[in-house]
């Protein structure tokens, strides 16, 4: 079953501001549906968008060199 947050839901469980969930949004990073005056946030979709961030977040540290 899908389960559905709203805006400032994802914002809390992210840690990103509200403006930077709609700006994901708009870019196709997460899906949302708009119920009336309602934007709500697909939740499977916000935390793959969490786990991908995460996981590009560890290689660019393994990828990054220490000059000595």
């Given at each position: 079953p899908e389960e559905w947050l709203k805006?400032?839901?994802?914002a809390e469980i992210s840690g990103y501001h509200p403006n930077h969930i709609r700006r994901?949004?708009?870019?196709?990073?997460?899906?949302?549906?708009?119920?009336g005056s309602a934007l709500?946030?697909?939740?499977?979709?916000?935390?793959d968008y969490?786990?991908?961030?995460?996981?590009?977040?560890?290689e660019e540290a393994r990828n990054i060199?220490?000059?000595?």
């Open positions: 805006t400032t839901e994802a994901l949004i708009r870019a196709g990073e997460i899906v949302a549906r708009k119920w709500m946030i697909d939740r499977q979709s916000l935390m969490l786990q991908k961030v995460e996981a590009q977040g560890e060199r220490v000059d000595t």
